[in-house]
């Protein structure tokens, strides 16, 4: 139980593109949705915080504007990053609870690459 | 401030060898504790949490940790090392947020 999947699993778009990555979880639902940004052999930056129905919390130095989250529904969060630059390329992880319990499921993670 | 830091950048053991991975955090009050493991291009896999209860806390893989409170810590061990458990390590705290470490890297000699 508690599976969380990502698509697509990698990406590859050109600069100044929008690219979005689905985030779902499979079999319970998701009351809050955490977007993470990996860098290469580095650790896991949270960006954001989404419950379903609200408007993301964006961590200090997170450009909303440029990383728009939605999370319409309990089993669905996207992460769109509009004009994408190289420097947007990362490995970005999203994580799913649920209400009244304090442990996240991680989804498979998504490459994405901005060439 | 809310801090976790893993010590070890990089640890190196033979197969067969035993392991300890170190884990210490600076939270306003207890917080849940977790160690995952991460496999080049993968995303995370939960290899054991601590929310309460018994401080040693066995996990999947062989893995077990260990709570003190007094020394804000929660290291990982692991009595016989496989070539497989060759990847990178994360701990990870929190209560709603995680924060995370910036991760041990272990290799493993044949």
């Known amino acids: 139980g508690a599976v969380v999947s990502q698509h697509p699993s990698w990406v590859i778009c050109k600069s100044g593109t929008s690219v979005k990555i689905e985030c779902r979880s499979l079999?319970?639902?998701?009351?809050?949705m955490f977007w993470y940004r990996q860098f290469p052999k580095q650790s896991l930056m949270l960006m954001a915080t989404s419950n379903e129905g609200s408007k993301a919390t964006y961590e200090q130095g997170v450009e909303k504007d440029k990383f728009l989250i939605n999370h319409a529904s309990l089993t669905l969060s996207t992460l769109t990053v509009t004009s994408a630059h190289p420097e947007d390329s990362s490995f970005y992880i999203c994580?799913?609870?649920?209400?009244?319990?304090?442990?996240?499921?991680f989804g498979p993670g998504t490459r994405l690459t901005v060439t | 401030a809310q801090s976790v830091t893993q010590p070890d950048i990089h640890i190196t053991v033979s197969e067969g060898a035993s392991l300890e991975l170190r884990c210490n955090y600076s939270?306003?009050?207890?917080?849940?504790l977790f160690w995952y493991v991460q496999s080049p291009g993968q995303g995370l896999q939960l290899l054991l949490k601590y929310f309460s209860g018994d401080t040693l806390v066995q996990g999947i893989k062989g893995f077990e940790a260990e709570f003190k409170r007094s020394q804000s810590s929660f290291n990982l061990r692991k009595p016989s090392v496989h070539w497989s458990d060759a990847a990178e390590y994360f701990c990870?705290?929190?209560?709603?947020?995680?924060?995370f470490g910036t991760g041990t890297r272990l290799k493993v000699l044949a």
């Open positions: 079999d319970f639902q998701a009351t809050t």
């Open positions: 939270y306003g009050a207890t917080p849940y």
């Open positions: 994580s799913a609870g649920t209400s009244g319990r304090y442990e996240q499921y």
């Open positions: 990870a705290v929190g209560t709603y947020k995680y924060i």
